[in-house]
Nanobody, 121 residues
Framework: QVQLVESGGGLVQPGGSLRLSCAASGNIFNINAMGWYRQAPGKQRELVIGITSGGVTNSADSVKGRFTISKDNAKNTAYLQMNSLKPEDTAIYYC???????????????WGKGILVTVSS
């Protein structure tokens, strides 16, 4: 019913910037919460940055001051702005949205397929 499409990844030089987008389509009443995760080769998936339904932001120490999460409600799209990128930011990035389909039922979790970000000279 709901599909998430990530875009904006690719190759960027150290110190550069990228903005990832996560567009949701389908039966969407409200996006309650959202987060971006990443997984580098040989490592566990980790939370990069997320915001709860109450507006509380959580982020990894490694990205504080560099990454920002935001949302455009009219477009049902979440964003990850990444600045001052470092080689260690190289990973597959995953979008995670908590979506309410109606005002009467519990929300559900949805994941994007992932998009590659490579930071290299």
């Amino acid at each position: 019913q709901v599909q998430l499409v990530e875009s904006g990844g690719g190759l960027v030089q150290p110190g550069g910037s990228l903005r990832l987008s996560c567009a949701a389509s389908g039966n969407i009443f409200n996006i309650n919460a959202m987060g971006w995760y990443r997984q580098a080769p040989g490592k566990q998936r980790e939370l990069v940055i997320g915001i709860t339904s109450g507006g509380v932001t959580n982020s990894a120490d490694s990205v504080k001051g560099r990454f920002t999460i935001s949302k455009d409600n009219a477009k049902n799209t979440a964003y990850l702005q990444m600045n001052s990128l470092k080689p260690e930011d190289t990973a597959i990035y995953y979008c995670n949205l908590e979506i309410a389909h109606t005002a009467y039922h519990y929300p559900k979790d949805y994941w994007g397929k992932g998009i590659l970000v490579t930071v290299s000279s």
